[in-house]
Protein backbone atom coordinates (compact mmCIF):
# COMPACT_ATOMS: atom_id res chain seq x y z
CA UNK A 1 0.00 0.00 0.00
CA UNK A 2 1.52 3.32 -0.53
CA UNK A 3 0.14 6.16 1.03
CA UNK A 4 0.29 9.97 0.76
CA UNK A 5 -0.98 12.22 3.62
CA UNK A 6 -1.54 15.63 3.06
CA UNK A 7 1.83 16.45 0.78
CA UNK A 8 2.49 19.37 -0.20
CA UNK A 9 5.87 21.29 -2.52
CA UNK A 10 7.26 24.62 -2.54
CA UNK A 11 9.64 25.52 -5.05
CA UNK A 12 11.39 29.35 -4.90
CA UNK A 13 11.75 30.89 -8.16
CA UNK A 14 12.41 34.64 -9.32
CA UNK A 15 8.83 35.32 -8.89
CA UNK A 16 8.49 34.31 -5.26
CA UNK A 17 6.92 30.47 -4.18
CA UNK A 18 5.06 28.11 -6.24
CA UNK A 19 2.73 25.32 -4.85
CA UNK A 20 3.26 22.71 -6.94
CA UNK A 21 1.37 19.95 -4.79
CA UNK A 22 -0.92 21.28 -2.23
CA UNK A 23 -2.22 18.95 0.66
CA UNK A 24 -2.75 15.59 -1.72
CA UNK A 25 -3.54 12.32 0.04
CA UNK A 26 -4.09 9.17 -1.76
CA UNK A 27 -4.27 5.56 -0.84
CA UNK A 28 -3.29 3.32 -3.47
CA UNK A 29 -3.68 -0.45 -3.15
CA UNK A 30 -1.35 -3.34 -3.83
CA UNK A 31 -1.66 -4.44 -7.45
CA UNK A 32 -3.45 -1.68 -8.51
CA UNK A 33 -3.28 -0.17 -11.90
CA UNK A 34 -4.02 3.63 -10.49
CA UNK A 35 -3.95 6.71 -12.83
CA UNK A 36 -2.62 10.47 -11.79
CA UNK A 37 -4.53 12.39 -14.20
CA UNK A 38 -4.77 16.37 -14.84
CA UNK A 39 -3.43 19.11 -17.43
CA UNK A 40 -0.44 20.35 -18.34
CA UNK A 41 0.54 22.18 -15.12
CA UNK A 42 -1.64 20.38 -12.43
CA UNK A 43 1.17 18.81 -10.64
CA UNK A 44 1.58 15.19 -11.74
CA UNK A 45 5.25 14.74 -12.44
CA UNK A 46 5.95 16.51 -8.80
CA UNK A 47 3.67 13.87 -7.45
CA UNK A 48 5.43 10.88 -9.01
CA UNK A 49 8.86 12.31 -8.52
CA UNK A 50 7.73 12.62 -4.66
CA UNK A 51 6.61 8.99 -4.46
CA UNK A 52 10.12 7.71 -5.14
CA UNK A 53 11.51 10.86 -2.96
CA UNK A 54 13.36 11.91 -6.22
CA UNK A 55 11.65 15.53 -4.58
CA UNK A 56 11.31 15.53 -1.02
CA UNK A 57 7.80 17.03 -0.47
CA UNK A 58 7.87 20.15 1.80
CA UNK A 59 5.08 18.87 3.68
CA UNK A 60 3.57 15.95 4.56
CA UNK A 61 4.13 12.25 4.58
CA UNK A 62 4.46 9.20 2.11
CA UNK A 63 4.57 5.78 3.26
CA UNK A 64 4.97 2.43 1.06
CA UNK A 65 4.04 -0.81 3.46
CA UNK A 66 3.56 1.35 6.72
CA UNK A 67 7.08 3.14 6.30
CA UNK A 68 7.26 7.06 6.29
CA UNK A 69 10.04 7.25 3.26
CA UNK A 70 11.35 10.65 4.71
CA UNK A 71 12.30 8.87 7.92
CA UNK A 72 14.96 6.75 5.89
CA UNK A 73 18.63 7.48 4.92
CA UNK A 74 19.69 8.22 1.70
CA UNK A 75 21.61 4.14 1.73
CA UNK A 76 18.00 3.10 2.63
CA UNK A 77 16.42 4.96 -0.25
CA UNK A 78 18.48 3.76 -3.02
CA UNK A 79 17.53 0.52 -2.32
CA UNK A 80 13.88 1.35 -1.77
CA UNK A 81 14.03 2.39 -5.50
CA UNK A 82 15.03 -0.42 -6.52
CA UNK A 83 11.64 -1.76 -5.99
CA UNK A 84 9.77 1.81 -7.07
CA UNK A 85 11.43 2.05 -10.41
CA UNK A 86 9.97 4.54 -13.39
CA UNK A 87 9.92 4.78 -17.10
CA UNK A 88 9.12 7.72 -18.81
CA UNK A 89 7.87 9.54 -22.09
CA UNK A 90 11.64 9.67 -23.48
CA UNK A 91 12.58 6.30 -22.77
CA UNK A 92 15.81 6.73 -21.90
CA UNK A 93 17.90 4.47 -23.04
CA UNK A 94 21.54 4.16 -23.08
CA UNK A 95 22.05 4.23 -27.22
CA UNK A 96 25.92 3.12 -27.18
CA UNK A 97 24.31 -0.04 -25.76
CA UNK A 98 21.97 -2.66 -27.33
CA UNK A 99 18.85 -3.57 -25.94
CA UNK A 100 20.19 -6.84 -23.61
CA UNK A 101 23.19 -4.28 -22.55
CA UNK A 102 20.74 -1.59 -21.47
CA UNK A 103 18.61 -4.23 -19.69
CA UNK A 104 22.04 -5.73 -17.74
CA UNK A 105 22.87 -2.10 -16.36
CA UNK A 106 20.49 -2.12 -13.35
CA UNK A 107 21.21 -5.77 -12.55
CA UNK A 108 25.38 -5.10 -12.99
CA UNK A 109 24.67 -1.78 -10.52
CA UNK A 110 23.19 -4.63 -8.04
CA UNK A 111 26.42 -6.70 -8.32
CA UNK A 112 25.08 -9.51 -10.41
CA UNK A 113 27.57 -11.17 -12.39
CA UNK A 114 27.35 -10.51 -15.86
CA UNK A 115 26.50 -14.10 -16.94
CA UNK A 116 23.76 -13.63 -14.54
CA UNK A 117 22.95 -9.87 -15.55
CA UNK A 118 22.62 -11.35 -19.53
CA UNK A 119 19.95 -14.60 -18.10
CA UNK A 120 17.86 -12.05 -16.62
CA UNK A 121 17.90 -9.06 -19.16
CA UNK A 122 17.30 -11.63 -22.09
CA UNK A 123 14.18 -13.18 -19.71
CA UNK A 124 12.85 -9.52 -19.46
CA UNK A 125 12.84 -9.04 -23.32
CA UNK A 126 11.35 -12.59 -23.83
CA UNK A 127 8.29 -11.09 -20.95
CA UNK A 128 7.80 -7.60 -23.26
CA UNK A 129 8.22 -9.16 -26.61
CA UNK A 130 11.76 -8.12 -27.81
CA UNK A 131 13.71 -11.68 -27.07
CA UNK A 132 14.82 -11.38 -30.72
CA UNK A 133 15.81 -7.57 -30.19
CA UNK A 134 18.28 -8.38 -28.01
CA UNK A 135 21.82 -7.10 -30.17
CA UNK A 136 19.88 -4.26 -31.48
CA UNK A 137 20.75 -0.65 -30.28
CA UNK A 138 17.87 2.02 -29.61
CA UNK A 139 18.28 4.00 -32.81
CA UNK A 140 17.25 0.43 -34.80
CA UNK A 141 14.11 0.10 -32.91
CA UNK A 142 10.54 2.08 -33.00
CA UNK A 143 9.41 4.44 -30.78
CA UNK A 144 7.27 1.53 -28.95
CA UNK A 145 9.83 -0.87 -28.97
CA UNK A 146 12.47 1.40 -27.14
CA UNK A 147 9.35 1.85 -24.69
CA UNK A 148 9.41 -2.15 -24.19
CA UNK A 149 12.78 -2.17 -23.52
CA UNK A 150 12.93 0.74 -20.92
CA UNK A 151 9.77 -1.75 -19.18
CA UNK A 152 11.85 -4.80 -19.61
CA UNK A 153 15.00 -2.27 -17.77
CA UNK A 154 12.49 -1.26 -14.62
CA UNK A 155 11.99 -5.10 -14.19
CA UNK A 156 15.03 -5.96 -13.68
CA UNK A 157 15.23 -5.23 -9.76
CA UNK A 158 12.10 -6.52 -9.29
CA UNK A 159 9.67 -3.74 -8.60
CA UNK A 160 6.71 -3.76 -6.34
CA UNK A 161 6.09 -0.65 -7.93
CA UNK A 162 6.37 0.64 -11.29
CA UNK A 163 5.66 4.46 -12.13
CA UNK A 164 4.86 5.04 -15.63
CA UNK A 165 5.00 9.73 -16.14
CA UNK A 166 3.40 10.13 -19.07
CA UNK A 167 4.84 6.96 -21.31
CA UNK A 168 2.44 6.67 -24.04
CA UNK A 169 2.53 10.51 -24.74
CA UNK A 170 5.20 9.91 -27.41
CA UNK A 171 3.67 7.19 -29.19
CA UNK A 172 0.64 6.48 -32.04
CA UNK A 173 -2.86 5.33 -30.86
CA UNK A 174 -1.64 2.10 -31.81
CA UNK A 175 1.17 1.24 -30.02
CA UNK A 176 0.13 3.37 -27.14
CA UNK A 177 -2.83 0.64 -26.94
CA UNK A 178 0.07 -2.07 -26.93
CA UNK A 179 2.19 -0.73 -24.51
CA UNK A 180 -1.22 -0.70 -21.79
CA UNK A 181 -1.65 -3.70 -23.10
CA UNK A 182 2.20 -5.29 -21.91
CA UNK A 183 1.52 -2.98 -18.48
CA UNK A 184 -1.77 -4.41 -17.74
CA UNK A 185 -0.05 -8.29 -18.38
CA UNK A 186 2.64 -7.22 -16.34
CA UNK A 187 0.41 -6.54 -13.98
CA UNK A 188 -1.55 -9.31 -13.91
CA UNK A 189 1.25 -11.94 -14.22
CA UNK A 190 4.00 -9.88 -11.81
CA UNK A 191 1.10 -8.56 -9.33
CA UNK A 192 3.70 -4.94 -9.91
CA UNK A 193 1.31 -2.02 -8.82
CA UNK A 194 1.67 0.48 -11.96
CA UNK A 195 0.57 3.84 -11.10
CA UNK A 196 -0.47 5.68 -14.51
CA UNK A 197 0.93 9.71 -14.91
CA UNK A 198 -0.89 10.99 -17.98
CA UNK A 199 -3.25 13.62 -19.23
CA UNK A 200 -4.84 11.31 -21.52
CA UNK A 201 -9.08 10.40 -20.42
CA UNK A 202 -8.24 7.42 -22.90
CA UNK A 203 -5.40 6.13 -20.62
CA UNK A 204 -6.77 6.38 -17.41
CA UNK A 205 -9.97 4.11 -19.16
CA UNK A 206 -8.59 1.78 -20.94
CA UNK A 207 -6.07 0.32 -18.36
CA UNK A 208 -6.75 1.94 -14.78
CA UNK A 209 -8.81 0.31 -12.17
CA UNK A 210 -8.90 4.32 -9.78
CA UNK A 211 -7.73 7.54 -10.49
CA UNK A 212 -7.14 10.71 -8.96
CA UNK A 213 -7.94 13.96 -10.82
CA UNK A 214 -5.03 16.70 -9.87
CA UNK A 215 -5.72 20.50 -10.86
CA UNK A 216 -3.58 23.28 -9.55
CA UNK A 217 -0.84 21.09 -7.45
CA UNK A 218 -4.38 19.66 -5.20
CA UNK A 219 -6.58 16.03 -5.98
CA UNK A 220 -10.05 17.62 -6.62
CA UNK A 221 -11.58 14.27 -7.33
CA UNK A 222 -10.96 10.45 -7.09
CA UNK A 223 -11.98 6.62 -6.29
CA UNK A 224 -13.43 4.07 -9.09
CA UNK A 225 -12.46 4.92 -12.66
CA UNK A 226 -16.16 3.93 -13.68
CA UNK A 227 -18.01 6.18 -11.05
CA UNK A 228 -15.78 9.09 -11.31
CA UNK A 229 -15.90 9.40 -15.18
CA UNK A 230 -19.74 8.29 -14.95
CA UNK A 231 -20.47 11.41 -12.58
CA UNK A 232 -17.54 13.99 -12.45
CA UNK A 233 -18.06 16.66 -9.64
CA UNK A 234 -15.40 18.45 -9.70
CA UNK A 235 -15.00 21.34 -12.86
CA UNK A 236 -11.52 19.70 -13.86
CA UNK A 237 -13.10 16.56 -13.87
CA UNK A 238 -16.02 17.22 -16.11
CA UNK A 239 -13.69 19.21 -18.42
CA UNK A 240 -11.57 16.00 -18.82
CA UNK A 241 -14.72 13.47 -19.22
CA UNK A 242 -16.83 16.15 -21.21
CA UNK A 243 -14.80 18.06 -24.27
CA UNK A 244 -17.85 19.58 -25.14
CA UNK A 245 -17.61 21.82 -21.96
CA UNK A 246 -14.68 23.11 -22.73
CA UNK A 247 -16.02 25.46 -25.86
CA UNK A 248 -14.85 23.77 -28.12
CA UNK A 249 -17.84 21.92 -29.45
CA UNK A 250 -20.56 24.40 -29.80
CA UNK A 251 -24.11 23.12 -28.83
CA UNK A 252 -26.99 23.50 -31.30
CA UNK A 253 -30.00 22.42 -29.19
CA UNK A 254 -33.19 23.99 -30.26
CA UNK A 255 -34.92 26.33 -28.35
CA UNK A 256 -37.52 23.65 -28.02
CA UNK A 257 -35.54 20.82 -26.39
CA UNK A 258 -34.10 19.66 -23.73
CA UNK A 259 -30.91 18.44 -23.30
CA UNK A 260 -29.30 15.26 -21.85
CA UNK A 261 -26.07 13.79 -21.48
CA UNK A 262 -25.45 9.92 -21.62
CA UNK A 263 -22.25 8.45 -20.24
CA UNK A 264 -21.81 5.08 -21.73
CA UNK A 265 -18.84 3.47 -19.32
CA UNK A 266 -18.53 -0.19 -21.00
CA UNK A 267 -22.28 -0.35 -22.35
CA UNK A 268 -22.33 -3.90 -24.80
CA UNK A 269 -21.88 -2.67 -28.03
CA UNK A 270 -24.85 -3.93 -29.84
CA UNK A 271 -25.72 -4.13 -33.81
CA UNK A 272 -28.55 -1.88 -33.17
CA UNK A 273 -27.72 1.80 -32.40
CA UNK A 274 -29.36 2.74 -29.24
CA UNK A 275 -31.32 6.29 -29.98
CA UNK A 276 -32.42 4.44 -32.74
CA UNK A 277 -33.72 1.47 -31.09
CA UNK A 278 -35.62 4.20 -28.38
CA UNK A 279 -36.95 5.80 -31.49
CA UNK A 280 -38.96 2.96 -32.58
CA UNK A 281 -39.41 1.22 -29.14
CA UNK A 282 -40.51 4.58 -27.55
CA UNK A 283 -41.29 6.99 -30.29
CA UNK A 284 -39.06 9.89 -29.40
CA UNK A 285 -36.88 11.47 -31.71
CA UNK A 286 -33.62 12.60 -30.38
CA UNK A 287 -31.43 15.02 -31.80
CA UNK A 288 -27.29 14.27 -31.52
CA UNK A 289 -25.82 17.13 -30.74
CA UNK A 290 -22.51 16.30 -29.66
CA UNK A 291 -21.27 12.69 -29.43
CA UNK A 292 -17.65 11.70 -28.15
CA UNK A 293 -17.78 7.40 -28.32
CA UNK A 294 -15.78 5.18 -28.79
CA UNK A 295 -15.83 0.96 -28.74
CA UNK A 296 -12.88 -1.19 -26.61
CA UNK A 297 -13.19 -4.88 -26.61
CA UNK A 298 -16.82 -4.61 -27.62
CA UNK A 299 -18.08 -1.95 -24.84
CA UNK A 300 -18.48 1.22 -25.26
CA UNK A 301 -17.31 4.42 -23.84
CA UNK A 302 -17.59 8.32 -23.99
CA UNK A 303 -20.72 10.57 -23.83
CA UNK A 304 -23.29 12.10 -25.82
CA UNK A 305 -25.33 14.91 -25.75
CA UNK A 306 -29.12 14.57 -26.54
CA UNK A 307 -31.95 16.99 -27.86
CA UNK A 308 -34.94 15.81 -26.33
CA UNK A 309 -38.55 17.78 -27.35
CA UNK A 310 -38.80 20.56 -24.52
CA UNK A 311 -42.12 17.54 -23.10
CA UNK A 312 -41.68 16.37 -19.33
CA UNK A 313 -43.03 13.85 -20.33
CA UNK A 314 -40.45 12.69 -23.62
CA UNK A 315 -37.60 13.66 -21.45
CA UNK A 316 -38.84 11.09 -17.85
CA UNK A 317 -39.46 8.79 -20.77
CA UNK A 318 -35.73 9.19 -22.37
CA UNK A 319 -34.52 8.87 -19.18
CA UNK A 320 -35.93 5.95 -18.12
CA UNK A 321 -35.49 3.77 -21.16
CA UNK A 322 -31.56 5.19 -21.36
CA UNK A 323 -30.92 4.16 -17.52
CA UNK A 324 -32.41 0.85 -17.87
CA UNK A 325 -29.39 -0.25 -20.22
CA UNK A 326 -26.35 -1.50 -18.40
CA UNK A 327 -23.29 0.68 -17.61
CA UNK A 328 -25.23 4.22 -19.05
CA UNK A 329 -25.93 6.68 -16.77
CA UNK A 330 -28.35 9.59 -17.64
CA UNK A 331 -28.05 13.17 -16.69
CA UNK A 332 -30.07 15.95 -17.61
CA UNK A 333 -28.44 19.31 -18.46
CA UNK A 334 -29.67 22.92 -19.38
CA UNK A 335 -28.45 24.17 -22.32
CA UNK A 336 -26.02 26.43 -20.76
CA UNK A 337 -22.97 23.78 -20.14
CA UNK A 338 -20.29 26.24 -19.85
Known amino acids: MIVLKQVSKQFQTEDGTVDALKNVSISIPDGD ?3 IIGMSGAGKSTLVRCINMLERPSEGSIEIDGVPLETLSEKELREMRRGVTMIFQGFHLLMQRNCLKNVCFPLELAGKSKAEAKKRAQELLDIVGLGDKAKAY ?15 RALATDPKVLLCDEATSALDPNTTNSILELLRTINEQLGITVIIITHQMSVVEKICRHVAILDGGEVVEQGEVSEVFSHPRSAAARKLVFPEEN ?8 TDE ?3 RVVFNGAAATGSPLIARMAVERGIEANIVYASTKSIGGKVYG ?8 DE ?3 QTATEYLTGVPNVAVQVVTTDVS
Not at 303 to 310: E, F, R
Open 303 to 310: SMLLGIPN
Open 138 to 152: PAQLSGGQQQRVAIA
Open 313 to 315: SQV
Open 33 to 35: IFG
Open 258 to 260: RLI
Open 247 to 254: GDFPLTGG
